[in-house]
T-cell receptor, first 110, second 115 residues
């Protein structure tokens, strides 16, 4: 199976700024999910957006999905040093297991 | 606390040796998964199991084996046939049952290195 592409691979911002990460994919999907991974740890689920949804919010997170362009974006507003982590998109197609992208490494500088 | 427990956190393998990574969950989940993560890379699926006594190969199953004799446990064996085993291994589980809109719960990972 093909992994999605995340963009950028790495992102460094100042505390208080917004961080935007993008994810593109090639096949049709049931849903797209975003996960966070702190260094040397497991992944933690952040948010799921279904294929018939265009935007979803959870706290400081905003996810958009454009199925015509096969792309999604994750926006973290008012970033904090504690947001420093890697962020992965993962997509589900049919009944197959989630396919993960390569991730974006976010560094938030205090 | 409910969750997924992986052990050990660090594991070292000698040439020609088989090693087994443990994964236990008490979430009453039907589905369990093993992923491999190389430095700076995403996750690649090794094996997954949607029900006890059944499992399927993922994208990179060669050199690995699994068993699913109990709902709570999904051990992964890295065999001597896996020539490049150094990686971070992640176990995950989900409710399963064909639910499309479900999320994965991950363990804290095992770092495997070759001596």
């Amino acid at each position: 199976s093909q992994q999605g592409e995340e963009d950028p691979q790495a992102l460094s911002i100042q505390e208080g700024e917004n961080a935007t990460m993008n994810c593109s994919y090639k096949t049709s999907i049931n849903n797209l999910q975003w996960y966070r991974q702190n260094s040397g740890r497991g992944l933690v689920h952040l948010i799921l957006i279904r294929s018939n949804e265009r935007e979803k919010h959870s706290g400081r997170l905003r996810v958009t999905l454009d199925t015509s362009k096969k792309s999604s974006s994750l926006l973290i507003t008012a970033s904090r040093a504690a947001d420093t982590a890697s962020y992965f998109c993962a997509r589900r197609s049919g009944n197959t297991p989630l396919v993960f992208g390569k991730g974006t490494r976010l560094s938030v500088i205090a | 606390d409910g969750g997924i427990t992986q052990s050990p956190k660090y594991l070292f393998r000698k040439e020609g040796q088989n090693v087994t990574l443990s994964c236990e969950q008490n979430l009453n989940h039907d589905a369990m998964y093993w992923y491999r993560q190389d430095p700076g890379q995403g996750l690649r699926l090794i094996y997954y199991s949607q029900i006890v006594n059944d499992f399927q190969k993922g994208d990179i199953a060669e050199g690995y084996s699994v068993s699913r004799e109990k709902k709570e446990s999904f051990p992964l064996t890295v065999t001597s046939a896996q020539k490049n085993p150094t990686a971070f291994y992640l176990c995950a589980s989900s409710k399963g049952g064909g639910r499309a809109n479900e999320k994965l719960f991950f363990g804290s990972g095992t770092q495997l290195s070759v001596l």
